[in-house]
């Protein structure tokens, strides 16, 4: 069965896990991949709300990703950063979310924007940025092809 439910990118140690905009998200702390400074958490859904990833960039100090895995092909987020409080939206698998979960996503949503507000959050984040790349990870990829596309590829163990 394939993952459903949150997966956050927050620059963070190993207290992330246990910050109150990471528990919001309103699930348990699952698996963990470390990014250098950089972690993934898996937080299962409880249904009981919606991530605030603006809260999350604010207690971090850091620009921040939200995605919930609606399946295994697509997922929908947010992102954003410390500074300016604006979210914006992201959406992985565009053709397959559109066909099947079109009532999910942002009514305004257009890839060319999200391409725009990922490379200026890497920007923010120091991060590598290749618009190009991140394109095909929000049009036919997911996270990990973001994470290369962002230069987020040496990985520590799972916790």
Do not use: K, N
Not at 114 to 120: E, G, N, Q
Not at 149 to 154: E, F, P, R, V
């Amino acid at each position: 069965m394939d993952y459903v439910g949150w997966v956050v990118l927050a620059r963070g140690d190993s207290e992330l896990r246990r910050a109150p905009a990471v528990s919001a998200f309103g699930g348990a702390v699952g698996g963990e991949r470390v990014f250098g400074d950089w972690r993934e958490l898996r937080i299962s859904d409880t249904g009981t709300g919606d991530a605030d990833v603006c809260a999350l960039a604010r207690t971090t100090g850091a620009p921040a990703l939200a995605v919930y895995v609606v399946d295994g092909l697509c997922a929908i987020g947010e992102g954003a950063t410390p500074d300016d409080g604006d979210p914006f939206d992201v959406v992985f698998g565009e053709e397959r979310a559109t066909e099947q979960y079109a009532a999910a996503l942002p009514d305004d949503y257009r890839r060319a924007d999200a391409v725009a507000a990922v490379t200026a959050w890497a920007a923010q984040a120091d991060l590598a940025a290749a618009p190009d790349a991140i394109d095909r990870a929000l049009a036919h990829g997911g996270l990990d092809d973001l994470y290369r596309a962002l230069g987020l590829t040496t990985r520590a163990p799972a916790h």
